[in-house]
Nanobody, 123 residues
């Protein structure tokens, strides 16, 4: 099993920044892809960003390209999501996910999920 714990959410004004962290523990060696997803009230969960523990290309959804950066610290088994130039439409619960397969835009590719952290962007 793999446990994921997100942190770093909060309330920020439009144009501000937040950095989310996701600490993984347990059988982390069994995972390859790490992803961030978000879910706004009344909407389906959507892909935000993903990468592999072993490096390579980082994937982003179009709406966050140029504003969000996903990174990893293998020594700490932690991934981050640096969010800049935040907009009210970024308001959502952000979830971290881990999967045995490589990074993917599809939530079905992930085997483990964190509990989520709330991000609220005021206008």
């Amino acid at each position: 099993q793999v446990q994921l714990v997100e942190s770093g959410g909060g309330l920020v004004q439009a144009g501000g920044s937040l950095r989310l962290s996701c600490a993984a523990s347990g059988r982390t060696f069994s995972t390859n892809g790490m992803g961030w997803f978000r879910q706004a009230p009344g909407k389906e969960r959507e892909f935000v960003a993903a990468l592999s523990w072993s490096g390579g290309t980082t994937l982003y959804t179009d709406s966050v390209k140029g504003r969000f950066t996903m990174s990893r610290d293998n020594a700490k088994n932690t991934v981050y999501l640096q969010m800049n130039s935040l907009k009210p439409e970024d308001t959502a619960v952000y979830y971290c996910a881990a999967g045995k397969k490589g990074p993917s835009r599809y939530n079905t590719a992930y085997d483990y999920w964190g509990q989520g952290t709330q991000v609220t962007v005021s206008s």
